[in-house]
Each structure stands twice: as structure tokens, then as C-alpha cells.
């Protein structure tokens, strides 16, 4: 098992930023990719940002690319997300999660909220 324990959300102004954090606590020697998803009320959870193990590999939604940054420090087993140029349509809860090399996103954090007024 994988524990996730999100925080840094809160409410920010439109081009605002916030750092997101998430840590893993557990079975962290499995842990291969870890990613950030988000959830606006009404909407389905979707896809924001992913890193590798090593951290060399990025993947981003086209909705965040030039605005966010994913980041992790495994010797914390943290990672982070770091979001510049806020826009209100960027207000959701925010998820992290984690996933193993021969597995899909499986274990998840609680979510934290971020509000982004206009």
C-alpha cells in the first residue's frame, strides 16, 4: 500500500500561483510514475500533469503546458506542482497519485482544493 497526502491548495486570484505537494509514505520502492489530476464540480476527473521515476520524463494536459510544472524529489517522496498564470477555469480539486511500472494510476491522495477567483 501507498499513502498520499496532498497539500499547498487554497484560493488565489487569476494570474496567481500555488505550489502543490503530495506525499507518499508506505511501499514508496514501488512507486514508478506520479502524476496530478483534478476534478471541477460537475466535470470528470482529468489528466494535469505526469513525471517518471527519474524525473527526466514530463507529461502535461495541453490546458496547463507553459503554465504548470510537475516536480518530484524522491529522496522525500514528493512530488509537487507548481502553478503559474492561474486561471479560474483551473479550479478543481486536485489529486495526486501514483503508479507502478507495470500498473495504472492505483493509489490516490484525498484531494486538495484550489480556487481561482476572477
Known amino acids: 500500500q501507498v499513502q498520499l497526502v496532498e497539500s499547498g491548495g487554497g484560493l488565489v486570484q487569476a494570474g496567481g500561483s500555488l505550489r502543490l505537494s503530495c506525499a507518499a509514505s508506505g511501499r514508496t520502492f514501488s512507486i514508478d510514475r506520479m502524476g496530478w489530476f483534478r476534478q471541477a464540480p460537475g466535470k470528470e476527473r482529468e489528466f494535469v500533469a505526469a513525471?517518471?521515476?527519474?524525473?527526466?520524463?514530463?507529461y502535461y494536459a495541453d490546458s496547463v503546458k507553459g503554465r504548470f510544472t510537475i516536480s518530484r524529489d524522491n529522496a522525500k517522496n514528493t512530488v509537487y506542482l507548481h502553478m503559474n498564470s492561474l486561471k479560474p477555469e483551473d479550479t478543481a480539486v486536485y489529486y495526486c497519485?501514483?503508479?507502478?511500472?507495470?500498473?495504472?494510476?492505483?493509489?490516490w491522495g484525498q484531494g486538495t482544493q484550489v480556487t481561482v477567483s476572477s
Open positions: 497519485a501514483t503508479a507502478g511500472t507495470l500498473t495504472r494510476y492505483d493509489y
Open positions: 513525471i517518471s521515476r527519474t524525473g527526466g520524463n514530463t
